[in-house]
């Protein structure tokens, strides 16, 4: 892919990942859940309101982190950190590499990036990829991990989204 052709690229990736967010927002309201979990053992981002009751799952896909302290990017599928079978789902993502013609998309360490908007046009490009509804940035400390939801659901009756 040509740079001019990748610029185009990652403009509508990032174009509809701002659509997909907003929506996802408006019916979800991710940001604004007292507490989040990922249960890899049942593949489920978890989101808890102020009572501890939770309030939305979600199926989601390991896209990557983002080291921020040292501005690196690790792809899932190369992550020993995760089951196997989360780094499996998040695998066909390599196919960027051959799709871009970029090395970054097949690297099995982490690698440098610009700065954490570089992380998010990475997750952008993989949400296209993978057709999925949007993302979740799960934020631990310094670390960042980005998680494609596949599927977003409401579950019990808590009390909701800390007034949003």
């Known amino acids: 892919m ?5 610029d185009r690229f990652l403009r509508s990736a990032k174009d509809e990942l701002k659509e997909k967010q907003q929506l996802l927002e408006t019916e979800h309201h991710l940001a604004g859940h007292a507490r989040w979990s ?3 053992e049942a593949g489920l ?3 808890y309101d102020l009572d501890d009751n939770k309030v939305v799952e979600a199926d989601v896909i390991p896209i990557g ?4 302290n040292e501005n690196t990017w690790r792809w899932a599928w190369s992550n020993e950190t995760l089951l196997p079978r989360h780094r499996e789902r ?3 993502l390599k196919a960027l590499g051959d799709l871009t013609g970029l090395d970054l998309f097949v690297s099995e360490q982490a690698f440098s990036i610009d ?3 570089m992380a998010w046009e990475l997750a952008a490009i ?3 990829y993978l057709n999925a509804l949007g993302v979740y940035r799960a934020p631990y400390g310094q670390m960042n991990s980005f998680l494609a939801l596949t599927g977003v659901r409401r579950v019990g009756e808590g009390s909701g989204n ?3």
């Open 162 to 164: 800390n007034g949003n």
């Open 2 to 6: 040509i740079n001019e052709h990748f």
């Open 115 to 117: 700065d954490e908007p």
């Open 65 to 68: 982190s983002h080291a921020g």
């Open 126 to 128: 993989s949400v296209k």
């Open 38 to 40: 990922f249960d890899q």
């Open 90 to 92: 998040s695998a066909p």
């Open 45 to 47: 981002l978890e989101m």
